[in-house]
């Protein structure tokens, strides 16, 4: 028997398998990386904001790094302020299957003990 086709077949088989693959981590990758750049320029604008009293620092240091700005929320309360920031970053390969954005979220909280600032992620509050 003849089975010279039989590796071409499986090879063609398998190569949409392999690019679905690849174009998942590279999603995934870009928005993780999307999601920690956004994250840390928050930390920053917290720890600024800390420095000036002046709640503009955030949204500032946001625009200064091409973070859209139009669903943050800042809410200062005694020596705290929590930081909610949601928005939707637009897919490269989900376009494929349909997904045109991933949604973005993000809820930091900043309290100054001791002259540090401790930063952390709002916990939310269930039912």
Sequence with gaps: MDKKGQTLILFV?????????????VDVGLLTNEYQRARSVIDEGIKEYFETQQVEEITNLLELNEVPTNQLEIEEKNDTIEVHLSYQME????????????PIEIYRVGTKKDGEVILKKKEEKRG
């Design 91 to 102: 897919s490269f390969f989900g376009k494929l299957v349909s997904l045109t954005h991933y």
């Design 13 to 25: 088989i398998l190569i949409p398998v392999i690019l679905t693959m690849l174009a998942i981590v």
